[in-house]
């Protein structure tokens, strides 16, 4: 655990609208991690006739993706998380290094409406999906983020499509039905054949403690989810007992005189 001053790095909310009593939310960040309160901190709003087409950007290559997987989804306090095993991995795209999988975990807004954590041109979308990667080399999370480039983030944005069909019934209970707008047969729901544009950004982890190691990913095209499956998420708790809704960072906007500027790269395949 680790402490500044009175408060822990541990009693921090991600809920962006809602006031909690015994957490700091993520205006205060910095007052637990300074890091926080950076100059290359995640999420953005990713402006498209602002970002650089680079050449040197490749498909992602995936590895692994396609098995099957048995693993636990929990409520870690703060969002919904699901440890991945590390055979599934990641490369290409000009990461430089292979990256292997550690976990997912998704932020929303409330009831269906907007809560994703990056935007496009404002847009800011029901939720939003990430999955962690750390590169081969290192044990973990923690080891990684000492590493400039440790991690490498994919983002993937979920839109409501009224015609979209359950993928389970919503009968089932809450945990299992977590389960099943994630996966189908035990494998992770990706778009794969949509993957032809992403963009391509050096930034942090968006929750404490913001560590400025993150290669981030983030496609454009959506996953559809009905309204009623994204709504459910609502119905989660946080470690505090109230409705886990708005579960995203803010857009990290310039918020003194400190020169920022993001160098977004975009990638199109022909």
Sequence with gaps: MISEGSRDIDDWSNDAENSHDFFIGPDDWASVATTCGNTKQSPINIVTKKTLFD?????????????TINTLITNNGHTVQVNLPDR???????????????????????????????????????????????????????????????????GFFYEVNPHFLNVCYLQIIKQR???????Y????ILPHNELERYFRYQGSLTTP??????????????????????????????????????????????????????????????
Excluded at 125 to 137: A, T
Excluded at 185 to 188: A, E, G, S, T, V
């Design 55 to 67: 050449n040197h950007l490749t498909p992602v290559k995936f590895t692994g993706y396609q098995d």
């Design 88 to 154: 599934a991995a990641i490369s290409g795209a000009n990461l430089g290094d292979n990256y292997k999988a550690q976990q997912l975990h998704l932020h929303w807004g409330k009831n269906g409406g907007p809560g994703s954590e990056h935007t496009i041109d404002g847009e800011k979308y029901p939720m939003e999906l990430h999955i962690v990667h750390i590169k081969e080399k290192y044990n973990s999370v923690e080891q990684a983020i000492n590493d400039p480039s440790g991690v490498a983030v994919l």
């Design 185 to 188: 047969r035990n494998m992770l």
């Design 177 to 183: 039905f977590i389960a099943c707008i994630l996966f």
């Design 209 to 270: 403690g913001c560590s400025e190691a993150v290669v981030w990913t983030i496609f454009e095209k959506a996953i559809p989810l009905s309204k009623e499956q994204l709504s459910a998420f609502s119905s989660l708790m946080f470690s505090d007992g109230t409705a886990m809704v708005n579960t995203y960072r803010p857009i990290q906007n310039l918020t003194n005189k400190q020169t920022r500027s993001y160098n977004v790269c975009l990638f199109q395949n022909e």
